[in-house]
């Protein structure tokens, strides 16, 4: 299932590469530029990065017409291209360029080659930081926008974090403008910090609710119990092979199985990103379990699976994901109580939904009931040390916000539930942007450094606000710039 998710995060690079329409000699020499665009190609194959070139267009390959603007167009449309990289091998074609990037609407990189000293006679064969001083001021007038990477060569740094910076935005970006999310279940009548416009989340971003009710969910489980259950049997057999402790009788046991297999079976009919579950009253009373464990092991799959029917959790689940390529597991949390000891550390915390796999090693894992009220379905284990982004989507009368920041998660006293004890640089300035923000106390956590790539994406999501904590906007533009 994991690797399913992974195929949902990927990018299909459009690549641009354009030289200016003229070829003489000693200045915008087409050999000089097809040469560069051979370098950057060779790297593109050599990194496994999905991308269709203008091999189409011309025996170049290279993009020097306006005219062939809406040939490219056409091309990068029938192949699903969701992001372009406009290397100039020389000056490059400016209109071209922001005539195939304002029609595309995909986030755009600009980048070219760091000029080799003049040659004998004193000519310049390339210019190409001069073509993207030009072509980037077009394209603020054709109101696109576009991401950069400092002139550079092919084997700088530099170029290859920017590029991988670039590639991760777009995956948070095509997820952001196609996002559907399943909502089982009803919002549980007192929580109403986790109210959602759901209409506005459509309208304004594209996002779509997929609702179903609870007891459709009975319905898929009891089916599956009766109808599948060797199934069923294998699913809470391999619970059983990783769990140290199952404090619930096997009925229970099979009955999460069969909720987990129903929800994914659910979840992949109706090609969703993420699902919000109601995991109070009638959830509860319809089903026999908590499903705490069940959004665990969905969330271990790449399927974020949110409680409390938290849309806007899933948004941001969905997102931090893509920032990493589902390379690793988010986990939802709530930000609950501040270190006993430690002013810089909270404790990150939830009834059983954090994934298994990122369980601190040498450590135990338990399902359990939920704080002892009979009701099964809820887990116990303490999260593995090591360096989180922590993030939110979230907003109120319009005002939609992204915090991100980084923490690291540290020592402290044991607790029941799914938790981590994380530090932040400085926790009072994150508590008061929470208190301020449009913020309620869930969070996202990942074991990555995401925050570069978030700032990427928000160039690219019009109607959001990126609020960063820690590294500050500055300094990911200077780590940006190298």
């Not at 594209?206 to 898929?220: C, S």
């Not at 599948?228 to 990783?242: T, W």
């Not at 009931?369 to 887990?379: E, L």
């Not at 074991?447 to 160039?459: C, L, N, W």
Request: charged share 25%; glycine share 8%.
């Amino acid at each position: 299932m994991l690797e399913y998710y992974r195929d949902r995060y990927k990018v299909r690079l459009g690549f641009l590469p354009t030289r200016r329409n003229l070829n003489r000699p000693n200045l915008f020499n087409r050999d000089y530029a097809i040469a560069e665009k051979n370098k950057v190609e060779e790297y593109l194959k050599a990194n496994g990065i999905d991308y269709v070139n203008l091999d189409f267009l011309n025996e170049e390959g290279l993009l020097f017409r306006g005219s062939d603007a809406e040939k490219v167009v056409e091309r990068f449309q029938a192949l699903k291209v969701n992001a372009l990289f406009a290397p100039h091998c020389n000056f490059g074609t400016e209109d071209a360029v922001a005539k195939v990037a304002q029609k595309l609407s995909v986030p755009l990189l600009l980048w070219g080659p760091r000029d080799d000293a003049p040659e004998a006679g004193l000519n310049r064969t390339r210019d190409s930081q001069c073509g993207l001083f030009a072509t980037s001021r077009v394209l603020k007038t054709f109101g696109v926008p576009f991401s950069y990477i400092t002139n550079s060569r092919v084997v700088d740094q530099v170029f290859k974090r920017g590029l991988s910076n670039f590639l991760a935005a777009a995956a948070i970006v095509g997820k952001f403008r196609a996002m559907r999310i399943g909502q089982i279940g009803i919002r549980p009548a007192s929580f109403w910090s986790v109210k959602a416009n759901e209409a506005e989340l459509f309208e304004r971003f594209g996002i779509e609710v997929v609702p179903i009710a609870e007891q459709d969910v009975r319905q898929m489980m009891d089916a599956m119990l009766s109808e599948r259950p060797d199934e069923v049997a294998s699913e809470a057999a391999s619970i059983r092979s990783k769990i140290d402790s199952i404090k619930i009788g096997d009925d229970s046991l099979n009955r999460i199985a069969a909720m987990k297999l129903a929800v994914r079976e659910w979840a992949k009919a109706e090609s969703l990103d993420a699902a919000a579950v109601s995991c109070g009253g009638a959830m509860r009373k319809l089903t026999g379990i908590m499903p705490c464990f069940v959004l665990s092991e969905l969330t271990d799959d790449g399927f974020p699976a949110i409680c409390e029917t938290d849309l806007h959790g899933c948004v941001t689940a969905v997102l931090t994901q893509a920032a990493a390529g589902a390379a690793s597991p988010v986990f939802l949390a709530d930000m609950t109580v501040r270190h006993p000891e430690n002013d810089n550390a909270e404790l990150l915390w939830h009834c059983g939904v954090f994934p298994h796999s990122l369980k601190k090693e040498g450590t135990p894992s338990a399902i359990t009931d939920h704080y002892g009220s009979g009701i099964p379905g809820a887990a116990k284990w303490e999260i593995k040390r090591g360096g989180l982004t922590i993030t939110r989507f979230d907003g109120t009368m319009g005002d939609y916000r992204l915090l991100a920041t980084k923490g690291r998660v540290v020592d402290g006293p044991e607790t029941n539930g799914t938790y981590a004890w994380v530090e932040f640089k400085d926790w009072p300035e994150l508590e008061h942007r929470l208190i301020f923000g449009p913020y309620i106390h869930h969070c996202v956590g990942i074991y990555a450094d995401v925050t570069p790539v978030f700032f990427e994406a928000s160039r690219y999501m019009p109607g959001v606000s990126l609020d960063l904590v820690d590294p500050t906007p500055h300094e990911i533009e200077r780590l940006l710039r190298g």
